[in-house]
T-cell receptor, first 115, second 114 residues
């Protein structure tokens, strides 16, 4: 158990809908990362937050947004969903980003299916 | 832009054999190279990592070989066991404020057969 909690584990929704994925980082970790995993794309970095502030942005669509709250949990909001958004969404956390150990602690993911 | 290229996409190795997965990177600013292991239904977990000041790092049956001039690194699993069957991701990161994120390869699905 990595200590990172993601909810929901599975989510099925229709095109055009909006969903929110939630992540609670390990106790003491200030940095949260969101990754998207699809079959042919591997793990794609979406966005990183550190202590409530956005720190880095990757290949995140404009229909997607995220935030990190004062209690350090994070939410990833996906709107106007398309079939191609079906994927596993992982949250990961680390103590501080600049420790640069490369060790991220991943949750078990939220599997999104868009029908 | 794929900054870390990983091969092969899938690999089948007999029990007791050596599994080898290769990665190549483009960005010379990368200075940390971890490997992550992912079992079905689970998130990736750090397996072993190396910095470019050494050419090899070994932990148990797992070894990373690093070739800085060729910008390549590889994972070797000795005496491969069925429990090693998983997806393996190489990754790279750099010490740069706001850019410490890990860039992952596309993954290798390893299957160890009896």
């Amino acid at each position: 158990d990595s200590g990172v909690t993601q909810t929901p584990k599975h989510l099925i929704t229709a095109t055009g809908q909006r969903v929110t994925l939630r992540c609670s980082p390990r106790s003491g970790d200030l940095s949260v990362y969101w990754y998207q995993q699809s079959l042919d794309q591997g793990l794609q970095f979406l966005i990183q937050y550190y202590n409530g502030e956005e720190r880095a942005k990757g290949n995140i669509l404009e229909r997607f947004s995220a935030q990190q709250f004062p209690d350090l949990h994070s939410e990833l909001n996906l709107s106007s969903l398309e079939l191609g958004d079906s994927a596993l969404y992982f949250c990961a956390s680390s103590v501080v980003p600049w420790e640069h150990t490369g060790e991220l602690f991943f949750g078990e993911g939220s599997r999104l299916t868009v029908l | 832009q794929q900054q870390v290229k990983q091969s092969p996409q899938s690999l089948i190795v007999q029990k007791g054999g050596i599994s080898i997965i290769n990665c190549a990177y483009e960005n010379t600013a990368f200075d940390y190279f971890p490997w992550y292991q992912q079992f079905p239904g689970k998130g990736p977990a750090l397996l072993i990592a190396i910095r470019p000041d050494v050419s090899e790092k070994k932990e148990g049956r797992f070894t990373i070989s690093f070739n800085k001039s060729a910008k390549q690194f590889s994972l070797h699993i000795m005496d491969s066991q069925p429990g090693d069957s998983a997806t393996y991701f190489c990754a790279a990161s750099r010490r740069d404020f706001g850019n410490e994120k890990l860039t992952f390869g596309t993954g290798t699905r390893l299957t160890i057969i009896p």
